[in-house]
């Protein structure tokens, strides 16, 4: 976890992939609050609506809408 606590700008790409297990939900949400109390940038990319990143659960979902936003592209695809 250190690891990835320590870049500048941290992006995690395809994060509506994850299984979703309660495991994943616990490490992902301490990384962004780790994240979030250091005041360092993280990107978080998905093929998710708002309404399927409400699953994350809500205080990960406050801590994206806190400090930067969510910013929905519904344009088709380009393949």
């Known amino acids: 976890m250190k690891f990835y606590r320590n870049f500048p700008l941290l ?3 395809e994060i509506s992939k994850a299984r ?4 994943e939900e616990q490490l992902l ?12 940038d993280t ?10 990143l409400k ?4 205080s990960l979902l406050s801590r994206l809408q806190q400090t930067g936003g969510i910013i929905e592209c519904n344009w088709r695809p380009f393949a």
């Open 11 to 13: 992006v995690i790409d």
């Open 55 to 58: 699953r994350t659960g809500d």
């Open 29 to 40: 949400y301490e990384l962004i609050n780790s994240r979030y109390g250091d005041m360092t």
């Open 43 to 52: 990107l978080l990319i998905t093929n998710a609506t708002t309404e399927q």
């Open 20 to 23: 979703g297990t309660e495991w």
